[in-house]
């Protein structure tokens, strides 16, 4: 059973920063590419970022690259999402996922999530 614990979250002020972490169990962590997917109250589900399964390559969605940065650590089966410059539409609910498909696939109905997700809330 897989199984995603995303923590971090939080209500900070517009320009502030956030990490969050995801600890994931019951899949072969190092060999996924992970991902972190937001959503919003009457909103689809967005992709945010992905980090490929060794590490060495990233993307981001437009409205995220050069302020957020996704890592992971394949030793503790963990991915995190340093947020800085926090905007209030950053605001959402944020998850760790998964996802089987090629590089390159980053639409967010390619991942899957099994998590609660972690709020963000950014006043302005």
């Known amino acids: 059973q897989v199984q995603m614990v995303e923590s971090g979250g939080g209500l900070v002020q517009a320009g502030d920063s956030l990490r969050l972490s995801c600890e994931v169990a019951?899949?072969?962590?190092?060999?996924?590419?992970m991902g972190w997917i937001r959503q919003s109250p009457g909103k689809e589900r967005e992709f945010v970022a992905a980090i490929s399964a060794n590490g060495e390559y990233t993307h981001y969605s437009d409205s995220v690259r050069g302020r957020f940065s996704a890592s992971r650590d394949n030793a503790k089966n963990s991915v995190f999402l340093q947020m800085n410059s926090l905007k209030p539409e950053d605001t959402a609910v944020y998850f760790c996922?998964?996802?089987?498909?090629?590089?390159?696939?980053?639409?967010?109905?390619?991942?899957?999530?099994w998590g609660q997700g972690t709020q963000v809330t950014v006043s302005s």
């Open positions: 996922a998964a996802t089987t498909h090629p590089w390159g696939d980053y639409r967010a109905e390619y991942f899957a999530s």
């Open positions: 019951g899949l072969p962590f190092s060999q996924h590419t």
